[in-house]
């Protein structure tokens, strides 16, 4: 990864407390391993992302209710399995179809790594 692995490395356990601690930062779940929901059982959904949400959770000592979709893409029975695990804020990726679901929202993804031909490839297939 060379001059790219700052960019992409995890924040470390302490790094995540630290940033918990900001009053100008909400921090979400984001799944366990980044599979892509959308292909997953609702089985897998579930098992991906209450394992993801409960060890944020332990780690920064409160409630995760906040869910950014891998890739940005859900089913309607993920979505449905992520509200009954309480998250209460669903984002999205840009290209989502309109709804008027209050929980649900888009989300404009820039990473300074990736090409504007890559970028536009990911938004025309649906899979940014």
Do not use: K
């Not at 399995?81 to 209050?102: E, H, K, M, N, W």
Request: with cysteine; net charge negative.
């Amino acid at each position: 990864l060379g001059r790219l692995w700052e960019y992409w490395r995890p924040l470390d356990t302490d790094e995540l407390q630290q940033l918990a601690t900001c009053p100008y930062v909400t921090l979400g779940a984001h799944g366990t391993t980044h599979a892509d929901l959308a292909t997953q059982t609702p089985e897998v959904v579930r098992d991906e992302l209450a394992t993801g949400q409960q060890w944020l959770e332990s780690t920064i000592g409160r409630r995760v209710d906040l869910l950014a979709w891998p890739f940005g893409r859900a089913t309607r029975e993920g979505v449905e399995v992520a509200r009954r695990l309480g998250f209460r804020y669903q984002l999205l990726g840009d290209s989502i179809t309109p709804t008027t679901d209050a929980d649900l929202h888009g989300r404009l993804t820039m990473n300074p790594f990736v090409s504007w031909r890559v970028a536009a490839w990911a938004l025309l297939q649906g899979a940014w």
